[in-house]
């Protein structure tokens, strides 16, 4: 057994899980405004300091947004992987682990995924893919929309494996990853680097639209080591790059 005495659950979080229990089996909708101050202390019985700090958790985890002003308060927010993302990147820079890491764990997962996906997706799916990868293509040197079509091509393959924590772990991973947390964004890359993403991406839908399992696994195993090997042509420090310089640097390219 391991030492030490277990931390007694505090009040606020107690509060904070019955909360979210409401949220759930009520079903609400983000922007669903939670009842005023005065009706949420006479339900759950709780002192005033008790329940803001319950709310102050629950906006800490994204759960919340609390609104300032006469008509504000707590409104649902919907959880995101980015927020998972967040408390992953605090526990890989107190632990000083490289970002080289956080490659490997994509490449050791996404493979799978694309294996997954193979044998589930339909061609509802296979049509999205070309789809996105052809706004890919013809926005080749627009920055952002190459960033935001290409995380969206991945995550119609990770949804299309059809296992939701796979997926979360996956879109977890890819929110460490997103080069805005190292100073580093896919614009960064040059026009052939991106082309490459291109004619990647068109090897994957082949493959899927195939429903073949080996050669998608395969494809993205390939993908996937070409990215890291145009994310290392432009930032050679990157594998062993810390924490602390890689923010800093997001901060001086502006984003």
Do not use: C
């Not at 080069?179 to 026009?191: E, R």
């Not at 082949?206 to 994310?231: P, Q, V």
């Amino acid at each position: 057994m391991s030492g030490g005495v277990q931390r007694p659950i505090k009040q606020s979080e107690l509060v904070a899980r019955a909360i979210t229990d409401q949220i759930v089996s009520q079903n609400l909708l983000e922007g669903t405004r939670l009842p005023n101050e005065k009706l949420m202390l006479e339900e759950y019985k709780v002192g005033r300091s008790t329940l803001r700090e319950a709310l102050r958790l629950l906006e800490s985890r994204g759960i919340l947004t609390i609104r300032a002003g006469r008509d504000g308060g707590p409104v649902v927010r919907q959880p995101r992987a980015a927020d998972l993302g967040e408390a992953l990147t605090l526990l890989m820079q107190y632990r000083d682990v490289p970002f080289s890491k956080l490659f490997e764990a994509r490449q050791a997962l996404e493979p799978m995924l694309a294996r997954m996906a193979a044998s589930n997706m339909d061609d509802a799916t296979v049509e999205r893919l070309k789809l996105i990868n052809k706004d890919i293509a013809e926005n080749i040197d627009e920055r952002d929309v190459f960033r935001a079509r290409n995380v969206e091509f991945h995550e119609e393959i990770a949804a299309a494996a059809n296992s939701p924590v796979l997926e979360l772990l996956t879109a977890m991973l890819e929110s460490v990853a997103d080069g805005l947390a190292f100073g580093v964004v896919a614009g960064d890359f040059t026009h052939q680097h991106r082309a490459n993403a291109v004619k990647a991406h068109e090897r994957l839908i082949r493959a899927f639209r195939a429903r073949d399992e080996e050669a998608a696994e395969r494809e993205m195993r390939k993908h996937l080591d070409e990215g890291n090997k145009a994310w290392k042509a432009a930032y050679r420090d990157l594998p062993s790059r810390p924490w602390a310089a890689s923010i800093a640097a997001s901060g001086r390219n502006g984003y």
